[in-house]
C-alpha cells in the first residue's frame, strides 16, 4: 500500500540556520504530496502542496518539490525562526482524496 | 471564513459518561473527517462523511459513533470509552473527497478527550 518515510527527528536547530526534512513516498499513480504543520497545542495546518511531478510548493520560505524520479519531497526553509518550532508531517493523498497517508512527523526545534 | 471550528477544547470524561464532540465548517467543503491523534504520533483516520453521508470508516469501535446533520456540521458521539480512548480528537474539512487530493485538508484545533 501507499506509505510515507519521513527522517527521524527531533531536528534542533539554531535560528537562521538552513533546514531540511526529508520525505520519501511509495504510492501507485500519481499522487498529491503537502507537508503539513502543527505547533504546540493546535491542529495541523496546510503549509504547501504539490499535484504533480516538478510542481513546486512554497509558502512563508518553506519550499518542497516534487521529485517522481526519486519518490521525494524534502522540505526545505533557508533561514528558521523561532517560532518554526513545529511538528512537520509530509502525507500524500490520491487524487480521488478518499485517504490521507501521513508521516509520522520530524519535530523541529529553532534556538535562539 | 476559512476556520474549522471545534468544541469543547479539553473534556474529561468517565468510562460511563457519555459526551459529544462537536464540529463547524462554512467553507462550504463537502467532506469532513474525524482523526485521533495519540502523543508523538501522525493523526490516525476514523471516519469520512462525504455530502452528509457516511464513506469511510476505519474499523473504530461502536462506542465512538459519528454525525453529520448538514453539511456544516460534523459530531462524534462517545459512550463508555476506554482509558486508552484518551487522545487529541481532530476533525477536517475538504472541498469533497477529490479536494483532499488536490488541495489538502482543512483542520480545526482538535479536542482534547480524557478518559478517567
Known amino acids: 500500500g501507499d506509505s510515507v518515510t519521513q527522517m527521524e527527528g527531533p531536528v534542533t536547530l539554531s535560528e537562521e540556520a538552513f533546514l531540511t526534512i526529508n520525505c520519501t513516498y511509495t504510492a501507485t499513480g500519481y499522487p498529491s504530496l503537502f507537508w503539513y504543520v502543527q505547533y504546540p497545542g493546535e491542529g495541523l495546518q496546510l503549509l504547501l502542496k504539490?499535484?504533480?511531478?516538478?510542481d513546486k510548493g512554497s509558502n512563508k520560505g518553506f519550499e518542497a518539490t516534487y521529485r517522481k524520479e526519486t519518490t521525494s519531497f524534502h522540505l526545505e526553509k533557508g533561514s528558521v525562526q523561532v517560532s518554526d518550532s513545529a511538528v512537520y508531517f509530509c502525507a500524500l493523498s490520491d487524487r480521488r482524496g478518499f485517504k490521507t497517508i501521513f508521516g509520522a512527523g520530524t519535530r523541529l526545534f529553532v534556538k535562539a | 471564513d476559512t476556520e474549522v471550528t471545534q468544541t469543547p477544547k479539553h473534556l474529561v470524561m468517565g468510562m460511563t459518561n457519555k459526551k459529544s464532540l462537536k464540529c463547524e465548517q462554512h467553507?462550504?467543503?463537502?467532506?469532513m473527517y474525524w482523526y485521533k491523534q495519540k502523543a508523538k504520533k501522525p493523526p490516525e483516520l476514523m471516519f469520512v462523511?462525504?455530502?452528509?453521508?457516511?464513506?469511510i470508516n476505519e474499523s473504530v469501535p461502536s462506542r465512538f459513533s459519528p454525525e453529520c446533520p448538514n453539511s456544516s456540521l460534523l459530531n462524534l458521539h462517545l459512550h463508555a470509552l476506554q482509558p486508552e480512548d484518551s487522545a487529541l480528537y481532530l476533525c477536517?474539512?475538504?472541498?469533497?473527497?477529490?479536494?483532499?487530493?488536490?488541495?489538502?485538508?482543512?483542520f480545526g484545533p482538535g479536542t482534547r478527550l480524557t478518559v478517567l
Open positions: 462523511y462525504s455530502y452528509e453521508k457516511l464513506s
Open positions: 467553507m462550504g467543503h463537502r467532506a
Open positions: 504539490a499535484t504533480k511531478a516538478d
Open positions: 477536517a474539512s475538504s472541498q469533497g473527497l477529490a479536494g483532499a487530493g488536490h488541495n489538502g485538508q482543512f
